[in-house]
């Protein structure tokens, strides 16, 4: 079955610790994207990548990381540095031929 | 500055009847529009869309209506069903963009 797959579901930071989401597509997608949702909240754009070695700023990167080495992987990385990390986050992807995102089920971060 | 408004962070509604979720945005450059419902700790999945050529689609209970001159959106669920309580979300593509920005969601909940 094609779609996106992130992991873990939960996950919690230490203090000054660096943490990776992965995400992962079967669907072929060129475009991949990182969404925050907060409570009570939309969903807010972090980082997102239109193609394999290149990405692009959304609305709130500051804090975060991400690479694209392969067309099917889109991790991000919450560093040290984003002061307020707990939230659901959302991956997503996009194919060329339709203007809908596909998204996985998300992951849970917390802080201890 | 929030680009994309839903305005009613609830709204209740009797099985049977009418739901109506609205939207507004600020920016004449939007030209496609997206309606997504999401459930909690889920991603969010994709129910309607409508291009600003258009004023209207429909699909099934489902129907967008679309009024450019004043940048509004809605989405009718008729006959709303109890498996329609969830948070619905709307968002927007900027022209040639390839990135949604989305509003900060409705809760929808449909009372038997």
């Known amino acids: 079955d094609g779609g996106i797959t992130q992991s873990p579901k939960y996950l919690f930071r230490k203090e000054g610790q660096n943490v990776t989401l992965s995400c992962e597509q079967n669907l072929n997608h060129d475009a991949m994207y990182w969404y925050r949702q907060d409570p009570g909240q939309g969903l807010r754009l972090i980082y997102y990548s239109q193609i394999v070695n290149d990405f692009q700023k959304g609305d709130i990167a500051e804090g975060y990381s991400v690479s694209r080495e392969k067309k099917e992987s889109f991790p991000l990385t919450v560093t040290s540095a984003q002061k307020n990390p707990t939230a659901f986050y959302l991956c997503?992807?996009?194919?060329?031929?339709?203007?809908?995102?596909?998204f996985g089920s998300g992951t849970q971060l917390s802080v201890l | 500055d929030q680009q994309v408004k839903q305005n009613s962070p609830s709204l209740s509604v009797q099985e049977g009847r009418i739901s109506i979720l609205n939207c507004d945005y600020t920016n004449s450059m939007f030209d496609y529009f997206l309606w997504y419902k999401k459930y909690p700790a889920e991603g969010p999945t994709f129910l309607i869309s409508i291009s600003s050529i258009k004023d209207k689609n429909e699909d099934g209970r489902f129907t967008v209506f679309l009024n450019k001159s004043a940048k509004h959106l809605s989405l009718h669920i008729v006959p709303s069903q109890p498996g329609d309580s969830a948070v619905y979300f709307c968002a927007v593509r900027a022209g040639g963009g390839n990135k949604l920005t989305f509003g900060t969601g409705t809760q929808l909940k449909v009372e038997l």
């Open positions: 997503a992807s996009k194919g060329r031929e339709s203007e809908k995102l596909f």
